[in-house]
């Protein structure tokens, strides 16, 4: 069964704390992405990576950083969080160009709440 | 740049029986592809449906079907004898062949009354 891991369901931060959002997948995939999820704006695209060590700018990357060491683990980053960045963030993976079928596999997401 | 509108925040049907989602996309592209994902409450969230643009025939799996118009660029999830397992947020979704951009709506949120 296919599977995308992310580190923590929930987490509580205060203003200015770093915040780190760790996700596994284990399916080989290519590729690998970070979406926020908002009520009324659906989800919206922060980063994705198509190879080990490469990323590309979403819609909304502004305070966030990313990271992949190994094509299985996706990091995303809030070098300092701010009470704005209170969402829920879901990781994805895919199949790279070729096998690429558009379906994405999420994970169960990371509710962080910022104080 | 792609849109997705999803106009119904949020439905509700009585099990068993059929609810139509609406979704509709702007686009330039001849070449694409839409999606439904499932978003069950605390659960992670599961492709239900897809459909080629290029295809014609509207895309079906078991109980799920969708109403593919491409020249009013519409998209619309009907789901017949609805279980309460059904019940959940349903994004819809649009993205260019081989195109790692995926643009999702805003989601409805459906209701099933026992």
């Known amino acids: 069964d296919v599977k995308v891991t992310q580190s923590s369901r929930y987490l509580v931060k205060r203003t200015g704390e770093k915040v780190f959002l760790e996700c596994v997948q284990d399916?080989?995939?290519?590729?690998m992405f970070w979406y926020r999820q908002d009520p009324g704006l659906g989800l919206r695209l922060i980063y994705f990576?198509?190879?080990?060590?490469?990323?590309e700018k979403g819609d909304i990357p502004e305070g966030y950083s990313v990271s992949r060491e190994k094509k299985e683990r996706f990091s995303l980053i809030l070098e300092s969080a701010s009470t704005n960045q209170t969402s829920m963030y879901l990781c994805?993976?895919?199949?790279?160009?070729?096998?690429?079928?558009?379906?994405?596999?999420f994970g169960e997401g990371s509710r962080l709440t910022v104080l | 740049a792609q849109t997705v509108t999803q106009s119904q925040p949020e439905m509700s049907v009585q099990e068993a029986e059929t609810v139509t989602l609406s979704c509709t996309y702007d686009?330039?592209?001849?070449?694409?592809?839409l999606f439904w994902y499932k978003q069950p409450p605390s659960r992670q969230m599961i492709l239900v449906i897809r459909q080629e643009a290029y295809k014609q025939q509207n895309a079906t799996e078991n109980r799920f079907s969708v109403n593919f118009q491409k020249a009013a660029k519409s998209f619309s999830l009907k789901i017949s004898d609805s279980q309460l397992g059904d019940a959940a947020m349903y994004f819809c979704?649009?993205?260019?062949?081989?195109?790692?951009?995926?643009?999702f709506g805003a989601g409805t949120r459906l209701t099933v009354k026992p």
């Open positions: 399916m080989d995939h290519e590729n």
């Open positions: 979704a649009y993205s260019k062949y081989n195109n790692n951009d995926m643009r």
């Open positions: 686009t330039s592209e001849s070449d694409y592809y």
């Open positions: 994805a993976s895919s199949k790279g160009q070729g096998g690429w079928t558009g379906e994405l596999f």
């Open positions: 990576s198509y190879d080990v060590k490469m990323k």
